[in-house]
Nanobody, 123 residues
Framework: QIQLVESGGGLVQPGGSLRLSCVAS????????MGWYRQVPGKQRELVAT???????TYADSVKGRFTISRDNAKKTVDLQMNSLKPDDTAVYYC?????????????????WGQGTQVTVSS
């Protein structure tokens, strides 16, 4: 059983910063891609940032220059440093993983999601 657990959400004023963290647990040998998506009520879940095990990063245009994704492959963690936060960044943020190789070297086909953590940017 693969699980993703997020932490670090909360309430912050516009212009402030937050750091989200996610750790993957279970019988995992490696994870190809880890990242963050977000969703507001009534809208589709959207990509925020992803990072593959080799180091390449992808960012949504709306967060480029403000958010930074990082990961520790050995610890199976992915972080999202969010700076210069805006009210439009308010959403539930979900950790995501794809391409899990289990400890028995079986390739998992499923994608995995965390339970979500609320980020609210408001004065």
């Amino acid at each position: 059983q693969i699980q993703l657990v997020e932490s670090g959400g909360g309430l912050v004023q516009p212009g402030g910063s937050l750091r989200l963290s996610c750790v993957a647990s279970g019988s995992i040998f490696s994870i190809y891609l880890m990242g963050w998506y977000r969703q507001v009520p009534g809208k589709q879940r959207e990509l925020v940032a992803t990072m593959v095990s080799g180091g390449d990063r992808t960012y949504a245009d709306s967060v480029k220059g403000r958010f930074t994704i990082s990961r520790d492959n050995a610890k199976k963690t992915v972080d999202l440093q969010m700076n210069s936060l805006k009210p439009d960044d308010t959403a539930v943020y979900y950790c995501y993983s794809k391409g899990v190789l289990t400890s028995t070297m079986a390739a998992e086909e499923a994608d995995y999601w965390g339970q979500g953590t609320q980020v609210t940017v408001s004065s």
